[in-house]
């Protein structure tokens, strides 16, 4: 409701620039929720998530390019080759855990990172790809800022549902009992391999979602987004907003996102005040600022419930 | 009475030690099967290999007559071999309705499910529900496991193995660390719960094993010293020298 609510306020009344920044946080945070599922839930920190949403992003804007930009279209698109590398991706690293799990979906997102990079005649390469034509839904051209962020808005409230009913699903609960412990969850006869393959696929079609609609905020899509360093962006946005909370994503990215925006402005050296808050955060709120303002509402109907 | 289990002549080195020489027995069905022995002496290794967390170095695993030496854990356990472990394997952030959840929604198929199969979760459920119920744990289900005292905990991690509804139990210690009176609320969980059941159980109070038991194997230096009744095994002499001593006569 509350979450509704804003999105229908900011739709009304931020200006076309504000429209099209929030649009990025939403979908920006989206991909991070979906990561939130392989490390809130299942332990898994991927440093490789980068390489699903921007893959997508790519397959998107060159089917656009090629076929036009037919809304359905444009998202089948890139929640298929999300799910795609999630697939090869999750084939590789479901028998690996900690430090050899952040290696192998490192280098296998860098391998995203070279063939995007190289193959020029169809990414780009460095240059990336513009002049993408605007999303269309029916007779409706998406080209303007309020109707992209809307869809934004309905792209992360559907994920987020999504999201919360596979964790609530047995499939969700018995991810989190591989993470708790995996050897009883063998013992009871689950497959391990199987529990995490499937949250990689689930994971790769959410990120593969957000990403199908990212180029067409800006109608630029460049190699930036399949970078290994996204991926390491995409978790320090999860720890500032909350790991294991998924809403928080939305919140990680609108800090990390509005401090690159606004202090940029003034100082080349914003990534400090990341690095500060991401230090603050992780000593004064180790479960995020979702868990901060959980904290506070709880602590908050206390008091209320001791005046009545 | 056939037997559930045959382990015929198991053998399995670390390097250079021998974990297990040769052993050789059977679980039959029904049957409560006491294996003791000192620290060291092979027993977890021996259930490692039964549920195939382990491969044997020689010998093999007949189950229900069929050989299982190529199973997966996974698929011994869908054939209804169960183990608990040493320590308590319970997840701590789950509710206690949940954890028994974890294992009763697996038995029905449908521990992977996402959406759909409404009446094999509500009977999975159900199930649940009855397992707590029967009991005598004074608890709704409500509760955060790490919340249960350690008491509770072991019965909560019995009754999670017992929502697979096994056919073979392996018990590793089930009693450690509880007083008398709990050990013996938990061992009456298991009797009572289906007498068709065979159950291994690994004690080191041998006041339970030899009161609980139909038959007990002793294992000593990774070899069985000896396997029988209670009456059997208190009088081997081998068994008295290597584990029982003085308590046999006690």
């Not at chain 1, 303007?144 to 596979?166: D, E, I, Q, Y």
């Not at chain 1, 479960?287 to 908050?300: K, V």
């Not at chain 2, 709990?182 to 690994?202: F, K, N, P, W, Y």
Request: proline content about 3%; some cysteine; charged content about 15%.
């Amino acid at each position: 409701m509350v979450a509704v609510a804003g999105l229908s306020a900011a739709a009304l009344l931020a200006g076309e620039f504000h429209l099209r920044f929030l649009a990025e946080i939403l979908i920006i945070g989206t991909a991070v929720m979906s990561l939130d599922l392989l490390v809130g839930f299942g332990g898994l920190v991927s440093l490789g998530h980068a390489a699903l949403f921007g893959a997508a992003a790519y397959a998107a804007a060159v089917a656009a390019q090629h076929l036009g930009g037919n809304l359905l279209f444009i998202l089948g698109t890139g929640i298929a080759m999300g799910a795609a590398v999630a697939a090869l991706m999750g084939a590789v690293i479901v028998r690996t855990s900690s430090l050899f799990l952040l290696i192998l979906t490192l280098l296998l997102g860098q391998i995203v990172w070279e063939i995007v990079f190289h193959w020029r005649d169809v990414t780009g390469g460095a240059d990336g790809l513009r002049g993408l034509p605007p999303l269309s839904f029916g007779p409706w051209v998406l080209s303007s800022a309020r109707p992209l962020f809307l869809l934004a808005g309905l792209l992360a409230l559907a994920a987020l549902w999504l999201a919360h009913s596979f964790v609530d699903a047995p499939l969700g609960r018995a991810l989190i009992g591989s993470r708790e412990q995996p050897i009883r969850m063998s013992a009871l006869g689950y497959s391990i391999p199987r529990i995490r393959f499937l949250t990689m696929l689930v994971a790769g079609a959410i990120a593969g979602a957000a990403g199908a609609l990212y180029p067409f905020v800006n109608l630029y899509i460049g190699p930036q987004s399949v970078h290994w360093t996204l991926s390491a962006t995409m978790i320090i946005m999860l720890v500032i907003g909350g790991v294991g909370s998924l809403w928080g994503a939305f919140l990680g990215s609108a800090v990390y996102l509005a401090i690159q925006t606004y202090i940029s402005a003034y100082t080349d050296r914003w990534q400090l005040f990341v690095g500060l808050i991401f230090v603050l955060t992780v000593l004064l709120l180790p479960n995020g600022l979702a868990g901060g303002l959980r904290r506070l509402a709880s602590r908050m109907r206390r008091r209320r419930a001791q005046q009545a | 009475m056939s037997a559930v289990l045959e382990v015929s002549g198991v053998s399995k080195r670390f390097g250079a030690f021998r974990a297990l020489t040769d052993v050789t027995f059977d679980v039959r069905e029904g049957e409560t099967l006491g294996l003791i022995g000192p620290n060291g002496a092979g027993k977890t290794t021996l259930f490692n290999i039964i549920t195939g967390f382990l491969r044997p170095d020689a010998g093999g695993l007949h189950y229900g007559g069929e050989a299982i030496d190529h199973l997966s854990p996974e698929r011994r356990v869908s054939r209804g071999m169960v183990r608990t472990f040493q320590k308590s394997m319970v997840f701590p952030e789950l509710t206690v309705r949940e954890n028994i959840a974890m294992a009763a929604r697996q038995r029905a198929g449908v521990g992977l499910r996402w959406g759909g199969a409404q009446r094999r979760l509500g009977a999975a459920e159900a199930r649940v529900h009855q397992l707590i119920g029967d009991s005598g744990l004074r608890r709704s289900g409500g509760e955060r496991m790490s919340d249960l005292s350690y008491g509770e905990q072991r019965i909560v991690d019995l009754l999670i193995s017992l929502a697979l509804e096994p056919r073979l139990l392996l018990l590793d210690e089930p009693t450690a660390g509880l007083a008398q009176e709990e050990a013996e609320r938990l061992l009456q969980i298991v009797r009572h719960h289906d007498a068709r059941t065979s159950v291994v159980l690994i004690a080191h109070d041998i006041d339970i094993v030899f009161g609980a038991c139909d038959r007990i194997a002793v294992l000593n230096l990774g070899q069985v010293l000896c396997c029988g009744t209670p009456e059997v095994v208190r009088a081997d002499a081998s068994v008295r020298a290597a584990y029982l001593g003085a308590l046999a006569d006690s």
